[in-house]
């Protein structure tokens, strides 16, 4: 079994930026990737970003392109979502996903974190 934790989340204003981090503990050696997923009010669950925990790939939605970036530090564990520019429609639970396969994680999410709440205001 692999624990997910994630934490960096709060209130901020439109235009600013927030870095939320995922801890990954376990059976850490089974994970092939890890992402984030997000589910405003009243909407499912959308995906954000994986990446690939070898090689470091990502793949964004069209949706936070060239606004957030995710990096992972696989000697923590750990993988980090810096989220700049953001908007109030950003606003949602963040939600940390990790694969025990090498399928598009939107497809594939073996593990899930609690989440961490993101507002942007305007």
């Known amino acids: 079994q692999v624990q997910l934790v994630e934490s960096g989340g709060g209130l901020v204003q439109a235009g600013g930026s927030l870095r939320l981090s995922c801890a990954a503990s376990?059976?850490?050696?089974?994970?092939?990737?890890m992402g984030w997923f997000r589910q405003a009010p009243g909407k499912e669950r959308e995906f954000v970003v994986s990446?690939?925990?070898?090689?470091?790939?990502?793949v964004y939605a069209d949706s936070v392109k060239g606004r957030f970036t995710i990096s992972r530090d696989n000697a923590k564990n750990t993988v980090y979502l810096q989220m700049n520019s953001l908007k109030p429609e950003d606003t949602a639970v963040y939600y940390c996903?990790?694969?025990?396969?090498?399928?598009?994680?939107?497809?594939?999410?073996?593990?899930w974190g609690k989440g961490t709440l993101v507002t942007v205001s305007s």
């Open positions: 996903a990790a694969s025990e396969n090498m399928a598009a994680l939107k497809f594939a999410v073996s593990y």
């Open positions: 376990g059976r850490t050696g089974s994970i092939r990737k």
């Open positions: 990446i690939i925990y070898s090689t470091g790939k990502p």
